[in-house]
T-cell receptor, first 115, second 116 residues
């Protein structure tokens, strides 16, 4: 069984400050890892994903995440927050086996950006 | 092209009534997924359709929940005898193909269901 823990249901940063959203996972097999963003009244949009290869992955809107196997983490970062980054962010894991279509999501982190 | 669409966007119903939620996937996407998002919770996997294969229904929470898909097009999620705990946002997603490598899931805007 796999699970995802997102530390902090709500993170507040100032515009221009570093954004760090934490995600830890558990998986019995090599994982695929994802970050999705959900803007108000919209569906989820994929920010970035890790499947294999380079452990530092870059996504849209200046976000990146690093897969750290030893720490079972996949934290999301952005050097400088913009007001438009305010949204809810979900970390998700699937595994690389036959049921790789199943995504297990964390509970989400609501990011607030203050002017 | 058009993304995943869902209807209705909002549904308010009385306890005990049946509801039907609709999902139109992206044209050409063979895989379709339903998720439930309860307030303050992550998304829960409900059901997965892939082409003509038998659907994976392992996430359906009770026999009051069922889903159908016509070929590789529209899907409907039906909840019978709704209960207040069914109140949630129901999200649909589609992807080009689920196979040995991951394919990105494209999500619709969801249907917000409120059971009074």
């Amino acid at each position: 069984a796999q699970s995802v823990t997102q530390l902090g249901s709500h993170v507040s940063v100032s515009e221009g400050a570093l954004v760090l959203l934490r995600c830890n996972y558990s998986s019995s097999v090599p994982p695929y890892l994802f970050w999705y963003v959900q803007y108000p009244n919209q569906g989820l949009q994929l920010l970035l994903k890790y499947t294999t290869g380079a452990t530092l992955v870059k996504g849209i809107n200046g976000f990146e995440a690093e897969f750290k196997k030893s720490e079972t983490s996949f934290h999301l970062t952005k050097p400088s927050a913009h007001m438009s980054d305010a949204a809810e962010y979900f970390c998700a894991v699937s595994h690389s086996g036959g049921s790789n279509y199943k995504l297990t999501f964390g509970k989400g982190t609501l990011l607030t950006v203050n002017p | 092209g058009a993304g995943v669409s869902q209807s209705p966007s909002n549904k308010v119903t009385e306890k005990g009534k049946d509801v039907e939620l609709r999902c139109d996937p992206i044209s050409g996407h063979t895989a379709l997924y339903w998720y439930r998002q309860r307030l303050g919770q992550g998304l829960e996997f409900l059901i997965y359709f892939q082409g003509n294969s038998a659907p994976d229904k392992s996430g359906l929470p009770s026999d009051r929940f069922s889903a159908e898909r016509t070929g590789e097009s529209v899907s409907t999620l039906t909840i019978q005898r709704t209960q207040q705990e069914d109140s949630a946002v129901y999200l649909c997603a589609s992807s080009p193909l689920a196979g040995a490598t991951y394919n990105e899931q494209f999500f619709g805007p969801g249907t917000r269901l409120t059971v009074l």
